[in-house]
């Protein structure tokens, strides 16, 4: 009599889970579309860059404001190991003479795309003799980005960017004004008055921007502005704030002196609204 063999089971044969259940396998209604990044799913989504989106999401928030005479970008600091130096730890950073940017995501995805800007920026400074407009490096970012959505072998970039600066003046009419442009991991961008990205509350901090921002701020009042809406997502006031004032004749950080006279005025603003609307409803 002929001997069935134990060692290869019928190609009709299941696979039981422990449980007893049968599992089916994934058909094409089923099946996952977020293997590769080039493949779009039937409802038109490519969710490795929906991915990357979500990483932003997870990142420390950045705040853009731009006033009237500056632009201000402020970035949630978390909190460092005790013996780490924070100095080696930054999200806004410069990229050339004009140009600051400011990150949210992934830090190391951040540190491969701004030195590829930062080549960029010495390249057109070789080739045209000028410095490059922060337009030419936003869109140069924004390509960059694009290009890791297209092609396989490669994943998008886990960041969005803020870029600050102020525009060419032979472009405007010869006055140089502030501008703020965002990009984001599927390779778009675009100018913004002010704006949020990163952390989980940022739909919340973009419409507390809408409600309070004013066109032609003072630097003080953008400076104002950007520490009310960090300190959405903030517990611990200036200690984890990191904010960068773009000028027209340069840049500089603020002192976290400086941060904290700031931030205790906003929360005694807060405090005094709160008592009076204590009184009113008493009243």
């Known amino acids: 009599a002929a001997v069935a063999c134990t060692h290869h089971p019928p190609?009709?044969?299941?696979?039981i889970p422990p449980s007893g259940q049968y599992i089916a396998p994934p058909t094409a209604s089923t099946m996952s579309y977020d293997r590769a990044i080039t493949v779009f799913s039937p409802d038109g989504h490519l969710f490795q860059v929906e991915y990357a989106m979500e990483a932003v999401r997870k990142g420390s928030t950045a705040v853009g404001v731009r006033g009237k005479d500056c632009v201000?970008?402020?970035?949630?600091?978390?909190?460092?190991?005790?013996?780490?130096?924070?100095?080696?730890?930054?999200?806004?950073?410069?990229?050339?003479?004009?140009?600051?940017?400011?990150?949210?995501?992934?830090?190391?995805?951040?540190?491969?795309?701004?030195?590829?800007?930062?080549?960029?920026?010495?390249?057109?400074?070789?080739?045209?003799?000028?410095?490059?407009?922060?337009?030419?490096?936003?869109?140069?970012?924004?390509?960059t980005q694009q290009k890791y959505t297209q092609r396989g072998g490669v994943r998008p970039f886990g960041i969005a960017t803020l870029i600050a600066g102020f525009s060419d003046p032979s472009a405007e009419g010869g006055v140089a004004g502030p501008v703020l442009y965002q990009t984001d991991p599927a390779g778009t961008h675009s100018s913004w008055r002010a704006q949020v990205i990163g952390g989980k509350n940022a739909k919340n901090q973009r419409e507390f921007l809408e409600k309070n921002y004013e066109d032609d701020m003072d630097e003080e009042a953008s400076v104002k502005l950007a520490v009310q809406c960090l300190l959405e997502v903030v517990d611990s006031g200036a200690k984890n704030m990191e904010i960068m004032i773009v000028r027209a004749d340069g840049k500089a950080f603020m002192e976290e002196s400086a941060i904290d006279v700031v931030v205790k005025k906003v929360e005694e603003e807060i405090e005094a609204n709160k008592d009076a609307k204590k009184k009113s409803t008493d009243e």
């Not at 190609?11 to 696979?15: C, D, F, G, V």
């Not at 920026?121 to 407009?133: F, G, H, K, M, V």
């Open 72 to 143: 201000v970008l402020a970035v949630e600091r978390r909190a460092l190991a005790k013996l780490q130096d924070p100095r080696t730890i930054r999200k806004i950073v410069s990229v050339d003479n004009r140009s600051v940017l400011a990150f949210a995501g992934l830090t190391a995805d951040a540190r491969v795309l701004i030195n590829k800007t930062r080549v960029e920026a010495q390249s057109y400074r070789l080739t045209c003799e000028d410095a490059p407009s922060v337009e030419y490096l936003a869109r140069y970012i924004a390509r």
């Open 11 to 15: 190609k009709t044969a299941r696979a």
